[in-house]
């Protein structure tokens, strides 16, 4: 099979689908791995490497449309890029789509086969391909929250972890999966007053089990959740509905009434996010000030860190890559139904319900595009 790796071009993203190594291991297979010029050059990859594991360098992202089978990708297709996409191509890739009409529209009209690393399920359940970006994004979360509470990004003046004699700063994170998992460890290793809400009382006890007396939890309701908003200093928005746009946590009335020049950090952003005054910024751009309260809401949070990013990404879809080419797309995601639950868009039709829903589109079961039974699957 004929891969192609794009240069991401989504703005400041400097990940890479594929390091060379990850090139070698499909070469090996038997594939054939294009790759546009200069794609690895943010993440410190060179030409030079990837030509050494055996890729073959395009000159122009056009090259690469022209003669791929299977569009591997970081981030979603930006718009000159959607339109290059062809009905026999198949994409994989981050989509994000039930916040994205524009996208999912255009992906449907172009007849592709678009899978989404989000949506794939591994065999306990959880969400391999999210999973790497999440931690780092969580990670990074606490980072960028400690940076918009500084006085010269328009924040409260406050540090995180205090001193002794001064009160630490108080964190507030919403969701404990693994995004706010991530956050939690580095918040408590800063020294911060924590509390993380969760609606799962399951996930609340393992993050009490983990960090002790060192965390507060919070069992999701409206009136505890509003409580601990206003009482912030840094609120990590880090919700997650798998395939679905995130639900608006945070209201525009509860902004209104935080903490002057707090901050939050809106890790869902790229799902829609939940906290209702955010809207999706960038790296060269980052923060804006909605109601007196600093917002970060960057949509591609470990692009920023693109090289360990990559890696951890790669670790995570390389073998769902090399499924994909070994075994052909339909068959790998006739075989596999955790790869078959990231299928989102094919033949022209919405395959993940919750893109649907969200969207008010109609759906189409991805068994049956696939033709596959519906009982037998």
């Given at each position: 099979m004929r891969i192609g790796i794009l240069k991401e071009i989504k703005s400041e993203e400097r990940r890479v689908a594929l390091t060379p190594g990850g090139a070698a291991d499909l070469v090996g297979r038997g594939h054939q791995v294009l790759v546009e010029r200069g794609c690895g050059d943010g993440a410190g990859f060179t030409d030079e490497e990837y030509i050494t594991h055996g890729a073959t360098i395009a000159d122009s992202a056009q090259s690469v449309f022209d003669q791929a089978d299977l569009i591997v990708k970081v981030k979603e297709p930006q718009a000159e890029e959607r339109a290059r996409l062809s009905e026999d191509q198949v994409l994989f890739t981050y989509l994000?789509?039930?916040?994205?009409?524009?996208?999912?529209?255009?992906?449907?009209?172009?007849?592709?086969?678009?899978?989404?690393?989000?949506?794939?399920?591994?065999?306990?359940?959880g969400l391999p391909l999210l999973a790497p970006m999440s931690q780092v994004?969580?990670?990074?979360?606490?980072?960028?929250?400690?940076h918009c509470l500084e006085?010269?990004?328009?924040?409260?003046?406050?540090?995180?972890?205090?001193?002794?004699?001064?009160?630490?700063?108080?964190?507030v994170i919403l969701g404990g999966g693994v995004v706010g998992r991530n956050a939690?460890?580095?918040?408590?290793?800063?020294?911060?007053?924590?509390?993380?809400?969760?609606?799962d009382v399951s996930v609340l006890e393992d993050l009490n089990s983990r960090f002790g007396s060192a965390l507060h939890t919070l069992h999701s309701s409206g009136g505890a959740l509003e409580e601990a908003v206003l009482g912030?200093?840094?609120?990590?928005?880090?919700?997650?509905?798998?395939?679905?746009?995130?639900?608006?946590?945070?209201?525009?009335?509860?902004?209104?009434?935080m903490r002057p020049r707090s901050a939050v950090v809106d890790?869902?952003?790229?799902?829609?996010?939940?906290?209702?005054?955010?809207?999706?910024?960038?790296?060269?751009?980052?923060?804006?000030?909605?109601?007196?309260?600093?917002?970060?809401?960057?949509?591609?949070?470990?692009?920023?860190?693109?090289?360990?990013?990559?890696?951890?990404?790669?670790?995570a879809t390389l073998p769902y890559i090399a499924m994909l080419a070994d075994l052909g797309p339909r068959e790998a995601m006739r075989s596999n139904p955790g790869l078959r639950a990231g299928l989102s868009i094919?033949?022209?039709?919405?395959?993940?319900?919750?893109?649907?829903?969200?969207?008010?589109?109609?759906?189409?079961?991805?068994?049956?595009?696939?033709?596959?039974?519906?009982?037998?699957?």
């Open positions: 994000h789509l039930a916040a994205d009409a524009a996208q999912t529209a255009e992906l449907v009209e172009r007849g592709v086969t678009a899978i989404a690393y989000e949506s794939v399920v591994g065999p306990n359940g994004a969580g990670r990074m979360s606490i980072q960028a929250g400690a006085s010269s990004q328009g924040g409260r003046g406050v540090l995180l972890g205090g001193v002794p004699g001064v009160a630490p700063a108080r964190v939690v460890q580095m918040a408590v290793g800063l020294g911060a007053d924590v509390t993380v809400i969760d609606r912030a200093d840094l609120v990590i928005g880090a919700v997650l509905v798998r395939g679905a746009r995130a639900p608006h946590l945070v209201t525009t009335e509860m902004v209104k009434q890790v869902a952003i790229d799902q829609g996010g939940c906290i209702e005054t955010s809207r999706p910024t960038t790296h060269a751009n980052p923060t804006y000030l909605a109601y007196d309260v600093v917002h970060y809401c960057v949509a591609n949070m470990p692009g920023a860190v693109p090289r360990t990013s990559t890696f951890a990404l790669e670790h094919c033949q022209g039709q919405v395959t993940e319900p919750a893109v649907a829903e969200s969207l008010g589109l109609s759906f189409t079961a991805p068994e049956e595009v696939l033709g596959l039974s519906l009982t037998a699957a």
